[in-house]
């Protein structure tokens, strides 16, 4: 069918968007990273050229390919895709797709025989999403009236209804390694019709390498970079847009490193910097507190963790890992950012080197189980005070053995009776 005037100002739109957009590969073969889940024989790359995708939820960081793919599987699968942000859009405007989409299945697609055409609703940052739009969708995608592509970058378990995610399939994307995103790049400046290969640049491997290993394994961050850094570029004697490490230095404008707060990367880090003291690499957990306090992290957070963390492993085996914690936190508490890093630096190195015990810990849990066993076992008659005549005619504190009269060594019972002679302590 040819194009009409608005197809071309679409695909003139296109070729004319930010480079990450135009440079999109369209078929799976030019597909760049996710070995793991859809190199030849995987499951994910079977369905898709068998034409029987099933409804998805693609879980992974910014920039590793799950709206590219989306994308592929429409065109390879001959479907129709609708794109919705869930930022931006709601239950009206999931009424109108599913119309539509209702529609699209009376026919077979142009050139294909059989069913009508399948629609593929994608959903960027589906996590977005409230439980009433996210049960707005659920017996559409059960009916088949639509195939769910979601993208998120939060943990689907905590994110996507318990009900819409039992009706589709979980594929985890990793980060870009620096070899996929140099691959990247390189086709971009490659490719003459949608990338930059029209254009004379100069940029050598070194640079490209550190463009590569500097975007934190995000494509678009890559391809973004390299744009800007094209078009403030100057052409040296030989004519060429000459781009160097400085450039590339200041086009990547990094605000923030992968880090967010309240997402999957804030339990993340902590659980490595945790993991780390209490294997006593002072420098990995040096690391994962940069991590934290440079991606913008409340300080007093990671020093209440600290406090936790001198008690829970340090304990009983170094008294003085607990004091340094507390003095860290309000020593952070006096005096913030960035003064307070060097400060929280010291009490993570301290109790990365200190001696580590479980056993308060450890007696603790024990000790926690069988206070709910024995919530209402009396306290022992003898340990109770006898303020008034009446306590004391009950018999409270009789036979009550003072220690210092005893010169410590009583031999006497403090527990209740269903817990006599029990022992949390090694």
């Known amino acids: 069918m040819p194009k009409d005037l608005f197809d071309q100002k679409l695909e003139d739109n296109k070729l004319s968007g930010p480079l990450a957009d135009r440079v999109r590969p369209e078929k799976l073969t030019d597909f760049v990273g996710q070995d793991e889940i859809l ?11 068998k034409d029987e995708v099933p409804s998805l939820i693609l879980w992974g960081p910014p920039g590793c390919g799950k709206t590219t793919l989306a994308r ?11 794109a919705l942000p869930a930022v931006t859009s709601g239950v009206a405007e999931l009424r109108t797709v599913i119309r539509e989409a209702e529609d699209r299945r009376k026919f077979p697609p142009i050139g294909r025989a059989g069913h009508g055409q399948k629609t593929i609703l994608f959903i960027d940052e589906v996590h ?14 059960e009916t088949g009236t639509v195939t769910l592509i979601g993208a998120t970058t939060e943990n689907p378990s905590f994110e996507v209804n318990s009900a819409l995610l039992s009706r589709c399939r979980v594929f985890v994307f990793g980060q ?24 004379k640049i100069k940029i050598d491997k070194k640079t490209l390498d550190f463009l590569a290993k500097a975007s934190d394994g995000d494509a678009r961050n890559a391809l973004n970079a390299l744009e800007l850094a094209t078009k403030t570029a100057k052409h040296n004697k030989a004519g060429r847009l000459e781009i160097d490490r400085d450039l590339v230095k200041e086009s990547l404008q990094k605000s923030h490193l992968l880090y967010d707060k309240k997402g999957d990367e804030h339990y993340n880090i902590i659980s490595a910097l945790h993991k780390s003291l209490r294997g006593s690499d002072a420098d990995a957990a040096l690391y994962w507190l ?21 008690s829970e492993d340090v304990g009983l085996a170094n008294s003085q890992a607990l004091t340094q914690a507390v003095a860290g936190y309000q020593a952070c508490h006096f005096i913030g950012l960035p003064e307070c890093n060097v400060i929280l630096a010291q009490v993570v190195v301290y109790l990365a080197k200190c001696k580590k015990s479980n056993e308060l810990y450890e007696a603790y849990l024990t000790v926690q189980k069988d206070v709910r066993e ?5 306290v022992p008659i003898h340990l109770r005070n006898a303020p008034t005549k009446l306590m004391k005619n009950l018999g409270f504190g009789k036979d009550y053995k003072y220690s210092p009269n005893f010169n410590y060594e009583e031999n006497q019972e403090y527990l209740p009776k269903k817990l006599k002679g029990k022992k949390y302590l090694k």
């Not at 190199?39 to 050229?49: C, W």
């Not at 409230?130 to 707005?136: E, G, R, S, W, Y």
């Not at 996929?180 to 490719?191: P, Y």
């Not at 940069?290 to 001198?310: K, S, T």
């Open 39 to 49: 190199s030849q024989g995987k499951l994910l790359r079977q369905l898709i050229e």
């Open 374 to 378: 024995t919530m209402d076992e009396p």
């Open 128 to 141: 977005r999403w409230n439980k009433a739009q996210q049960d707005a969708l659920l017996p559409h995608v």
């Open 290 to 310: 940069a991590r934290m306090l440079e991606g913008g992290e409340d300080p007093l957070y990671v020093a209440r963790r600290l406090v936790r963390f001198a």
């Open 176 to 199: 870009l390694d620096d070899e996929a995103i140099l691959k990247i790049l390189q086709r971009a400046l490659k490719d003459k019709s949608r990338g930059l290969g029209s254009l």
């Open 72 to 82: 592929i599987i429409a065109k390879i699968t001959g479907a129709e895709f609708i």
